[in-house]
Nanobody, 115 residues
Framework: QVHLVESGGDLVQPGGSLRLSCAASGAFFRLYTMAWYRQAPGTQRELVARITSGGSTIYADSVKGRFIISRTNAKNTVYLQMNSLKPDDTAVYYC?????????WGQGTQVTVSS
């Protein structure tokens, strides 16, 4: 079992920045593929960014050039640096860990972009 705890969500003005963090349990964090998803009201959950154990990354087209996913294996933590935020980025952001033992989710953290 892998437990994930997100933090960093907040209310921010358009054009602002936030950094989300996700702390994971487990001795094999370095082997997990980690990802951030988001879900806005009335929409399906969508992939925002993913980082593999080897550090390869992919991004949704809507966030390319604005968001950066990174990980610090020594701290069992994955981050999502979000810049130039737009109202369309408003959603609950979820951390996901994928490993041979299964697929795991955090409880989510709310990001609201509004003036």
């Amino acid at each position: 079992q892998v437990h994930l705890v997100e933090s960093g969500g907040d209310l921010v003005q358009p054009g602002g920045s936030l950094r989300l963090s996700c702390a994971a349990s487990g001795a094999f964090f370095r082997l997990y593929t980690m990802a951030w998803y988001r879900q806005a009201p009335g929409t399906q959950r969508e992939l925002v960014a993913r980082i593999t154990s080897g550090g390869s990354t992919i991004y949704a087209d809507s966030v390319k050039g604005r968001f950066i996913i990174s990980r610090t294996n020594a701290k069992n933590t994955v981050y999502l640096q979000m810049n130039s935020l737009k109202p369309d980025d408003t959603a609950v952001y979820y951390c996901n860990a994928a490993y041979v033992s299964g697929d795991y989710w955090g409880q989510g953290t709310q990001v609201t972009v509004s003036s």
